[in-house]
């Protein structure tokens, strides 16, 4: 464990961050959250200076083998010294109206949780349409009354009452290109397929164009995707990949292999010769 070197704010909060080779944005992210009495990084074997970058900032480090996304920021929030929890990941900085906000909060209800608007980037080009428009997130709560749900992707709070919306924004850097954007829904189909497998949830094969087709149109049309441009385009695919590959994965693994049946028809016949 790293021990801080920089004091921090005196807000009772921890704010908590997960972090894998996160170096590129964690500096920003980390001085963003410079009025909570603590910043835990939770790191999972970083190789690209990640940990250095936290310490410097006067971060707690901490290391945990990934356990899936869920699981992960379980862990971070457990770990917490503070039961106000602020949590971000490695590549979402507050903007300077969330920050202030925070600073005339009133923390007496443990019961109390808020949530802050994302506004997400592609590169420098912000995407303001589409089915990240009004994207909120709630972040700032206590763990006594809330916490993350366990599952390995698209993890999400849960609390007992409804957020208030704090004034600000996070700013997300998640994406360098929109290849980024395609390849990220390419590397989450399997998690995804995972929890679909796990609720027992069985799709139809006949249904899957009409799923992509309906989450194009949904996104690009009637979100006005189309407003921002090629970049648009791509977010809005990103989604028929979203809802159409989980499913195709899990039809895939109930399908036998080719000529199974055959072998097997023919490995009874030896059996019974």
Not at 144 to 172: M, N, Q, S, W
């Amino acid at each position: 464990m790293t021990r801080p070197q920089v004091a921090t704010g005196g807000l009772p909060i921890s704010a908590v961050v997960i972090t894998r080779d996160a170096a590129q944005h964690l500096a920003s992210v980390l001085a963003s959250a410079d009025m909570c009495a603590e910043r835990l990084v939770l790191d999972s074997g970083s190789t690209d200076g990640t940990t250095g970058i936290a310490a410097t900032a006067g971060a707690r480090v901490e290391h945990q083998a990934f356990l899936g996304y869920g699981p992960q920021k379980c862990r971070a929030v457990e770990l917490a010294t503070h039961d106000w929890i602020l949590s971000l990941d490695a590549d979402e900085v507050l903007d300077d109206e969330a920050r202030t906000a925070i600073l005339g909060l009133n923390f007496s209800d443990p019961s109390t949780c808020w949530s802050i608007q994302r506004r997400t980037f592609i590169g420098r080009r912000e995407i303001r349409h589409g089915p990240w428009r009004n994207d909120r997130v709630l972040r700032l709560f206590n763990r006594r009354t809330a916490g993350f749900k366990p599952l390995p992707v698209h993890e999400e709070v849960v609390a007992a009452g409804r957020p208030v919306l704090l004034p600000g924004a996070i700013l997300h850097y998640s994406y360098a290109s929109c290849t980024d954007v395609i390849m990220r829904s390419l590397r989450y189909a399997p998690l995804k397929a995972g929890i679909m497998r796990h609720k027992g949830q069985r799709p139809r094969a006949i249904m899957l164009p009409f799923r992509g087709l309906t989450a194009f149109l949904k996104n690009y049309l009637v979100r006005g995707g189309w407003r921002d441009g090629a970049a648009g385009f791509v977010v809005a695919l990103s989604r028929v990949i979203d809802s159409t590959l989980p499913r195709a994965i899990l039809l895939l693994e109930e399908d036998p292999p080719p000529n199974a049946e055959r072998r097997g028809d023919i490995e009874e016949t030896k059996a019974r010769g």
